[in-house]
């Protein structure tokens, strides 16, 4: 019996390297590696595998450092009730770090002693922020964009807003002029709305800049 084993072994030894050497032949070497790749890349992909999971967090993570640093960088109170926190802290990152829009609407832009432009600390002017008034030739003046007293940023509802970013088009129909709407326009839905949502939240003054086209 022990030897009819050990002839059995010997003979599922051979057969198994036999196969082996086949496999890793070419082309049988490019069918092993193609076939672990895919098996690699399969896993990689899976929702529950931990790459995946991986690469969510940082995502979720990126996400969060990119709505606390907006909160910490907004130059003047918010006002949070009834407000998507999150879409705030968006937008002020995007207003504030990416948009630029201090730099037409707040007038002066900086506070007295704190334009970095003159080797000064930088601080916004919070005084008027967002609030208008720059004049671009004798025709043109920036928009005051602080919430009316319904609470819409210049006086502009959510669609109208995002209307007025994506094509130019301004609420009395005009098309808007030294705004930089095309460099807007593709921006995403979730962008446009984070954008309004931190708008409504800065607090409303009455000028320098009205809020009529």
């Given at each position: 019996?022990?030897s009819?084993?050990?002839?059995?072994?010997?003979?599922?030894?051979?057969?198994?390297?036999?196969?082996?050497?086949?496999?890793?032949?070419?082309?049988?070497?490019?069918?092993?590696?193609?076939?672990?790749?895919?098996?690699?890349?399969?896993?990689?992909?899976?929702?529950?595998?931990?790459?995946?999971?991986?690469?969510?967090?940082?995502?979720?993570?990126?996400?969060?450092?990119?709505?606390?640093?907006?909160?910490?960088?907004?130059?003047?109170?918010?006002?949070?009730?009834?407000?998507?926190?999150?879409?705030?802290?968006?937008?002020?990152?995007?207003?504030?770090?990416?948009g630029?829009?201090?730099?037409?609407?707040?007038?002066?832009?900086?506070?007295?002693?704190?334009?970095?432009?003159?080797?000064?600390?930088?601080?916004?002017?919070?005084?008027?922020?967002?609030?208008?008034?720059?004049?671009?030739?004798?025709v043109?003046?920036?928009?005051?964009?602080?919430?009316?007293?319904?609470?819409?940023?210049?006086?502009?509802?959510?669609?109208?807003?995002?209307?007025?970013?994506?094509?130019?088009?301004?609420k009395?129909?005009?098309?808007?002029?030294v705004?930089?709407?095309?460099?807007?326009?593709?921006?995403?839905?979730?962008?446009?709305?984070?954008?309004?949502?931190?708008?409504?939240?800065?607090?409303?003054?009455?000028?320098?800049?009205?809020?009529?086209?």
């Open positions: 019996m022990n009819e084993n050990t002839v059995q072994e010997s003979k599922s030894r051979r057969v198994f390297q036999c196969a082996r050497r086949s496999v890793l032949k070419t082309p049988g070497k490019f069918i092993l590696a193609a076939t672990i790749l895919a098996a690699m890349l399969g896993f990689m992909l899976l929702p529950g595998s931990s790459v995946s999971g991986a690469a969510q967090g940082q995502q979720d993570n990126d996400s969060e450092s990119t709505i606390q640093r907006g909160f910490a960088m907004a130059p003047v109170p918010l006002d949070l009730r009834g407000k998507n926190r999150a879409l705030v802290g968006k937008g002020s990152y995007i207003v504030n770090a990416q630029g829009c201090n730099d037409c609407h707040t007038t002066p832009n900086y506070a007295p002693g704190h334009d970095p432009f003159l080797g000064e600390p930088l601080e916004v002017n919070a005084a008027t922020y967002m609030g208008g008034g720059r004049h671009f030739g004798p043109i003046v920036a928009r005051n964009i602080t919430p009316d007293e319904h609470g819409l940023p210049g006086g502009l509802t959510r669609d109208q807003f995002i209307t007025a970013m994506r094509t130019g088009i301004d009395d129909g005009s098309i808007l002029q705004m930089p709407w095309p460099v807007f326009a593709d921006m995403t839905d979730g962008d446009l709305n984070a954008n309004y949502e931190y708008l409504t939240s800065i607090p409303s003054l009455s000028g320098p800049g009205s809020r009529d086209p």
